[in-house]
């Protein structure tokens, strides 16, 4: 099992700035790549970025390329993301995904096997 943690939720204005943080813990050798996804009030979750751990290839989503940035801390297993140019229509539920599949695209939640608490994130117009 592998647990994962997020934190770094808020409220922000248009235009401000979030970075989310969420740390794993637990069987963590087995995994092969962390997410982020979202989901807003009666809309399914949807994907916003990836990392596969073993070349450090990243994946957006089209709505947050240019925007948001995933990254990760080895040492700390801990992925983040760096939210820029918030915008109101990203007000979500923000969860952390982790995947022990060695192969996928990485951009669909059924490929991930573990998955955090979520963290909310509201941006005002």
Not at 26 to 35: E, H, I, K, N, V
Not at 70 to 97: F, G, H, W
Request: with cysteine; aromatic share 14%.
């Amino acid at each position: 099992q592998v647990q994962l943690v997020e934190s770094g939720g808020g409220l922000v204005q248009a235009g401000g700035s979030l970075r989310l943080s969420c740390a794993a813990s637990g069987r963590t050798y087995s995994m092969y790549a962390m997410a982020w996804f979202r989901q807003a009030p009666g809309k399914e979750r949807e994907f916003v970025a990836a990392m596969r751990w073993s070349d450090s290839s990243v994946y957006y989503a089209d709505s947050v390329k240019g925007r948001f940035t995933i990254s990760r801390n080895n040492a700390i297993l801990t992925i983040y993301l760096q939210m820029n140019v918030l915008k109101p229509e990203d007000t979500a539920v923000y969860y952390c995904a982790a995947s022990d599949r060695n192969r996928g695209t990485y951009l669909y939640t059924h490929e991930y096997d573990y998955w955090g608490q979520g963290t909310q994130v509201t941006v005002s117009s």
